[in-house]
């Protein structure tokens, strides 16, 4: 049984793979332009998150409540603002994307350690100088690892693009449930996995090299 599906799978690709070509570059757009305003406005509201504190539960709990909301429900939500296809399907994983962003940035700010910024102030630094030279290198790593945690759940996230015309894996998915075609959700959903790991693996990699080795002030 399993040849069999692998039989179907290769006959699937063999006769499909532009589409397929086609459809992984649609995800990556979706991806990667999600990722891109959600990094944009998460990182800026975690540093304001960390400048007024009393924000932080309203900001990181708003934040929250959407990462608890159904991704379907949420691109249907999003539909009246922005129609059906990709503008919605970005806005969608865009506010996904948020949470993992916002948390660590204030996370990693609010952790660097409280010597460090009193020696920055005692050599005359302003606020703007110790934020930009001294907390966010150090909070680098953790910041990096919420973007890394965001991407890897954009990627699975985005296959749900193809339920309002936005394309992507997904419409291999959706097109192998309703035909009841096992092979056709396979040829998505496999390209979909190694696209998560390879991001994953190339921004851990990133995360490692934004390791302070050192701070000079």
Not at 183 to 205: K, N, Q
Request: charged residues 10%.
């Amino acid at each position: 049984m399993n040849q069999s599906l692998g039989e179907q799978l290769l006959k699937q690709l063999s006769q499909r793979w532009e589409d397929l070509l086609y459809a992984l570059l649609q995800h990556m757009e979706l991806v990667m332009m999600s990722m891109a305003i959600a990094i944009i406005v998460g990182v800026p509201l975690g540093i304001l998150v960390t400048r007024f504190i009393s924000l932080k539960k309203w900001v990181l709990g708003g934040a929250g409540i959407l990462q608890t909301i159904p991704s379907l429900a949420l691109l249907g939500f999003m539909i009246p603002f922005f129609g059906i296809g990709m503008k919605t399907a970005v806005a969608a994983l865009f506010l996904y994307s948020l949470l993992p962003i916002i948390r660590n940035t204030c996370t990693g700010i609010l952790d660097v350690d409280k010597a460090t910024i009193e020696a920055a102030k005692g050599m005359g630094m302003t606020n703007g100088q110790i934020l930009f030279k001294v907390k966010l290198p150090l909070a680098l790593t953790v910041i990096m690892a919420g973007i890394r945690t965001a991407t890897v759940i954009n990627v699975g996230t985005a296959t749900l693009a193809a339920f309002i015309g936005a394309g992507g894996l997904g419409d291999f998915i959706f097109i192998g449930i309703s035909r009841n075609i096992d092979a056709l959700i396979l040829l998505g959903a496999i390209p979909a996995a190694v696209l998560a790991l390879l991001l994953d693996s190339v921004l851990g990699y990133t995360e490692k090299l934004t390791t302070p080795r050192g701070l000079k002030i």
